[in-house]
């Protein structure tokens, strides 16, 4: 995934490597009863190498705990394909 950095630069950005996230451009925080603190961060404009008309926007969850405490805690990363609406 290539994140357009509104400086015609294209920088990778790798789910794998928290170094290449650079700033969400969206963040919020709530408090749930049973997750703790929830973490929402959207990064947007990402594209697929080689569609630059394509572009889309990966969303990461995080929660404090769960309440299967069997679980290990991992972000929760969901896509979304198509131009946003939001401002």
Known sequence: MLEDTGMNV???FRLADE???GQPQHSTQ??????G???IDVWTE???SGAPDSP???IR???????NKKLPRR??????????TAG
């Open 46 to 48: 990402l594209h697929v």
């Open 56 to 58: 889309f926007s990966v």
């Open 30 to 35: 709530l408090d749930h009863p049973a997750y």
């Open 10 to 12: 294209l920088v990778a």
């Open 61 to 67: 969850v995080q929660v404090e705990r769960l309440p």
């Open 19 to 21: 170094d290449t996230y």
């Open 37 to 39: 603190a929830v973490t």
């Open 75 to 84: 972000p929760l990363w969901l896509a979304w394909i198509g131009w946003s």
